[in-house]
């Protein structure tokens, strides 16, 4: 997969793991994309914590500017915890987000992104030491391999680094965004599942906004009569007009039969949001023909692939 045209900056400083910058390094060079490791300004070259790399910086933070790149990696170690005594490089990465870089980090990388201020309401992971610090930034914190928030990629620990690297090269082609772009810019009508009339519920929240950006909405839920304004159904099947999406805000254990009764009536994308996740129900919506996002924030996700907003959730 071609990154031809793309520049990538991969931050250093002393003590970075260092298969957490080889290996990113060699993957975004083997496909194609122009890499500049980017210094803290502190040293010319740095060693690795386990003494297996050393690496010359082609330049430092403060003598480029995040427009330069489209995209930041931000290996662990020790590093990322050096790094944030220095201005010029959170700088960089908040600015780099803000304009809708791609940010991806590994391991300890995300103590960078908390003194850049950008992970609250966003779901991260990370090594499991910085879990309470992400958490008291504010951030959404789960233990998976590799997770994608829009345009904020982090991963764990070094056996991470196969699906963290595709990640990061799919979503700089957009390839990783090619389902949710297609159901946000081609259907309209969508049945959130699992409405709630209380506006601190996540469900009433992507709701309404999707209501605001021109989407026509249909709550579903049977212990609800009104939620937002809108008449509530009992289920998909009692929905008098055509449904193009079922956003899915139910237990991962409760999709299937509702999977079920998409396919029924003719759904055109099944979504399931943050945390919702149900590989046996979304192959067989996929085997149905349907469109399948599993584990994504409908709204985080249009507000990123269609409005272009990626500071604020």
């Not at 965004?177 to 009339?197: D, F, P």
């Not at 996740?277 to 924030?297: F, H, Q, T």
Request: aromatic share 4%.
């Amino acid at each position: 997969m071609s990154l031809e045209g793309k520049r990538i900056a991969i931050l250093v400083e002393q003590d970075f793991e260092d298969s957490e910058l080889v290996e990113p390094l060699k993957a975004m060079n083997e496909a194609g994309a122009q890499v500049v490791v980017v210094g803290s300004g502190s040293q010319t070259s740095y060693k690795g914590k386990r003494g297996r790399a050393t690496i010359k910086v082609d330049t430092n933070a403060d003598k480029v500017k995040a427009e330069e790149f489209d995209a930041i990696i931000i290996p662990g170690g020790y590093a990322p915890d050096k790094m944030r005594l220095h201005q010029p490089m959170i700088d960089l990465v908040k600015q780099a987000y803000e304009q809708g870089k791609v940010i991806a980090a590994i391991c300890h990388g995300p103590q960078l992104l908390i003194s850049a201020d950008i992970v609250k309401e966003r779901r991260v992971t990370s090594w499991p030491s910085i879990t309470v610090d992400l958490k008291n930034a504010g951030a959404i914190w789960v233990d998976q391999p590799v997770v994608r928030d829009c345009n904020l990629i982090t991963s764990r620990k070094p056996a991470d680094l196969p699906e963290f690297n595709k990640t990061i090269i799919e979503t700089i082609k957009g390839v990783a965004t090619m389902v949710e772009k297609e159901i946000l810019n081609k259907y309209r009508t969508v049945a959130v599942v699992g409405a709630s009339s209380s506006p601190e519920r996540p469900s009433h929240r992507v709701l309404s906004y999707l209501a605001d950006h021109g989407y026509k909405v249909i709550p579903i839920n049977p212990n609800e009569k009104e939620v937002a304004g809108k008449p509530c159904y009992p289920n998909l099947s009692s929905i008098p007009e055509r449904v193009e999406v079922v956003d899915i805000f139910r237990r991962p254990e409760e999709v299937m039969p509702i999977v079920d009764e998409a396919i029924k009536i003719g759904a055109k994308a099944v979504w399931m949001q943050e945390g919702v996740i149900n590989e046996e129900a979304a192959a067989k919506a996929k085997n149905a023909g349907l469109l399948v996002v599993m584990d994504k924030c409908m709204r985080k996700e249009h507000m990123c692939l269609i409005q272009g907003k990626f500071a604020k959730s």
